[in-house]
């Protein structure tokens, strides 16, 4: 995390000693040397914590070191030994706050107490819990609707604080519960339920050991679920073929020298990963999945037992595959066909094939179509239901999947409403919610006023970045649940709480004794998180606590006995039980050595979907924006950034020191344009709607990517994006997929 600021080509693997050193930097700079250590021992193991970082799954049996570099980061930015007091606050107005950039607010450490905003003076200032509460509930019983109130949940929510978040919710009246999965994998969730009767990847960790191929889509493992990089190492070493698309290079899916490999750390070896490293254009995915079909039905190389017994909808399918011209395929991938032909040749030659995604998917205009198509693939070739194949829909947040699951959700299904409603004796309501776009709409639109966030960075995690700051500040009440301060607690509404909570790493003291919550991985092992570190602060709270006293105070009428509830976490998880399906019995199974798998019924090869099968999505191609001086812009994470908090300044694999306003560019633009590496550009986007958007001074960074299309950080670039620039169908904002053009910026 140096101070330099320099653009250096990175020739070295990903992982290896430079992963120590980042990882030693980390635990330094948070001055947590001794104590970070001591905790990152229990990270991901049996009766340890799970990180904070990512969804990725752990490894059962269990190594010692089961964390990652950014692991390291997310633990010792939490376990900091760094306060934010009220002193702190004293010091500093919010006007002057907000001037700081995100790297400063998240280095200023631990929330210690509440804090609520005095406008007379800009600042926070120190509020009892009680007050807390009591101020939050007088907002909420003084709307004229429980819809003029919203809901946001983060994915790092536990299971047992998003069951009664959800619950609270809806005994209050709403359900206005979007969450981050609106912005990352809700495109997975509509595409896959169609489809296959399930939102969920069907694929667990044991698969990666059976597969024949891997397939890897618009997803940066190297950087945001680096544990991966481990499974595909041991995949490659026993020669499974790794084939990848991406239209940035990504030292994370080339080669990697394990940390924990002596061999390789003190021979200056390493594994080469994707065998085969493919760099389509941006929003290219769905014409080379189209294409990858078409190899393979014209070759005959499909499962026709598996089509014929388990999937509807083929014919159509063919039909409408077999009619996509090569040059159509070429033209709106940006790949050639031989490169094409080749990749699925690699599919067919292999009997058992995971197919993984991330971002780089979900967050484009047609990402429903694009994750159909992907499907498609596999069920051509029966890659579902049997050892080493699936689909692998890899999540962000470390339980947003799980937060899903307790009832997360603004389109609650009627089953879950019923039961709910039955199990704790209240008629649930049942119009639909606002998800985040409508969110933010409903903000603006003032017919909602008060924001209720829990956990995450709203403001600077979602598009549209001035729109949705305006939203924010016209409500009359903004509270955000927290462990670090950020930019959501800086754009607030007239009046605005900060409720400060207990960290992962945290032991969560109630009165039957210390607690464990659990959380569901991105591969739906559910299992316990018990932290082992004292709090932060002596006036912190837990999520489930939290909740429970807020809705105590705002539904004096409640039967629910919330109190009671969060006295043994265990009683959560009892009413969990008879509501939600996959979880009987869950207090003894979850205690079972690394928790259990929620059942996935795709893997017994039956598809819950309104046909009883799997189906068989054609879907057209786009056409590609021919205007030469228009380039695609796909919003990124550095390797120093875990989706909003961005830990430092550097972004190690792609040869990024000290900077966060740079747009990588292909050579062929640069010359094209007539701009040279290292000059500072303007961004302005070409909506159709005429509407312009522009960031400012942005340097030129030579990559490694295809011509037309360019990639820079969010959220300083998520101001670009219009709130209706969207997934269809999903409506995840389509972050990936951006019109642009450039322009030298005005000297400084
Ligand atoms: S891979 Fe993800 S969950 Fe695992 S240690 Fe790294 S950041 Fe944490």
């Not at 992982?15 to 001794?34: F, I, K």
């Not at 078409?294 to 014929?308: M, P, Q």
């Not at 699925?344 to 995971?354: E, G, K, L, Q, V």
């Amino acid at each position: 995390m140096s101070e330099k600021k320099s653009i250096e080509l990175y020739v070295k693997p990903a992982g290896g000693w430079d992963a120590l050193r980042s990882s030693w930097q980390a635990l330094r700079e948070q001055q947590v040397v001794m104590k970070g250590a001591g905790t990152l021992l229990r990270a991901n193991q049996p009766h340890g914590f799970d990180c904070p970082g990512c969804a990725w799954p752990d490894r059962n049996p269990h190594s010692t070191f089961e964390f990652c570099e950014n692991g390291v980061k997310a633990v010792a930015n939490e376990a900091t030994s760094k306060r934010v007091t009220r002193g702190f606050f004293e010091q500093h107005t919010v006007a002057w706050l907000d001037e700081q950039d995100d790297r400063f607010l998240e280095a200023q450490g631990r929330l210690t107490e509440p804090v609520a905003y005095d406008a007379t003076s800009d600042r926070y200032r120190p509020i009892g819990w009680s007050e807390a509460f009591a101020t939050i509930a007088r907002a909420l019983n003084a709307l004229a609707s429980p819809d003029e109130a919203i809901f946001y949940t983060s994915g790092r929510t536990s299971n047992e604080a998003a069951f009664l978040y959800q619950l609270f919710v809806r005994e209050y009246g709403t359900n206005n519960l979007p969450d981050c999965s609106n912005m990352c994998h809700e495109a997975s969730g509509v595409a896959l339920t169609e489809q296959l009767g399930s939102g969920k990847g069907s694929v667990t960790l044991a698969d990666f050991e059976h597969a024949q191929a891997i397939f890897i889509f618009g997803q940066n493992p190297g950087t945001n679920h680096p544990r991966m990089l481990g499974e595909l190492r041991t995949a490659a070493k026993r020669g499974c073929r790794i084939v990848a698309f991406n239209p940035l290079r990504e030292r994370g899916l080339e080669r990697f020298a394990n940390p924990q490999s002596p061999t390789e750390m003190l021979a200056g070896g390493s594994t080469q990963l994707a065998s085969e490293y493919y760099q389509p254009r941006i929003g290219g995915d769905l014409a080379v999945a189209t294409a990858l079909c078409k190899v393979v039905i014209e070759s005959g190389a499909v499962d026709r037992d598996f089509i014929a017994s388990h999937t509807h909808g083929h014919d159509d399918f063919v039909r409408s595959v077999l009619a996509t011209s090569w040059d159509a395929l070429e033209r709106e991938s940006g790949l050639s066909r031989a490169d094409l032909e080749h990749a699925a040749r690699t599919y067919i030659d292999s009997d058992a094939t995971i197919v993984c995604w991330g971002m780089g998917i979900t967050q484009h205009p047609r990402s429903v179509a694009t994750i159909q198509m992907l499907a498609n693939l596999l069920l051509l070739r029966g890659n579902i239901g049997k050892p080493g194949a699936g689909p692998c829909p890899v999540r962000g947040h470390s339980n947003v999947q799980g937060d899903r699951t307790m009832g997360i959700y603004e389109q609650p299904s009627p089953a879950f409403l019923d039961r709910l409603g039955a199990v704790f004796d209240f008629a649930p309501p049942r119009a639909h919610g606002y998800d985040t776009v409508a969110a933010i709409e409903a903000m603006f639109e003032r017919r909602a006023k008060v924001f209720f966030a829990m956990g995450g960075n709203f403001a600077a995690a979602t598009p549209d970045t001035a729109r949705t700051h305006e939203a924010l500040r016209r409500c009359e009440l903004t509270v955000h649940v927290s462990t670090k301060l950020n930019r959501s607690h800086l754009v607030h509404g007239r009046d605005a709480l900060i409720l400060p909570c207990l960290g992962r790493t945290e032991i969560d003291l109630q009165a039957a004794g210390p607690q464990a919550v659990t959380v569901e991985d991105s591969m739906s092992m559910v299992h316990l998180s018990s932290g082992m570190n004292p709090p932060a602060s002596d006036r912190l709270m837990s999520e489930p606590a939290i909740v429970a006293h807020l809705a105590a105070a705002t539904l004096p009428g409640s039967r629910t006995p919330w109190p009671w509830l969060v006295e043994d976490y265990d009683r959560i998880r009892d009413r969990i039980a008879k509501v939600i399906d996959g979880f009987a019995d869950f207090n003894a199974r979850v205690r079972t050595d690394g928790g259990f798998h929620l059942h996935h019924p795709g893997r017994e090869r039956v598809f819950p979907t309104s046909s009883g099968k799997a189906g068989f999505y054609p879907h057209a191609l786009d056409e590609r924006d021919e205007r030469s001086d228009v380039l695609q812009l796909m919003t990124v994470r550095s390797h120093d950034q875990y989706n909003t908090t961005v830990y430092g300044l550097d972004d190690r694999y792609r040869g990024v020191h000290g900077l966060r306003r740079v747009v990588f560019i292909s050579r062929a633009d640069l010359e094209r344009l007539g701009l040279r590496d290292g000059e500072h550009v303007d961004i302005g986007t070409v909506w159709h709607d005429g509407s312009h958007r522009v960031v400012r001074d942005f340097r030129l960074v030579e990559y490694d990517i295809p011509a037309g299309c360019l990639a820079a950080y969010f959220p300083e670039t998520n101001p670009l994006v219009p709130l209706d620039h969207h997934a269809e169908r999903a409506r995840t904002p389509a972050s990936k997929s951006i019109p642009v053009r450039l322009h030298r910026s005005a000297p400084a």
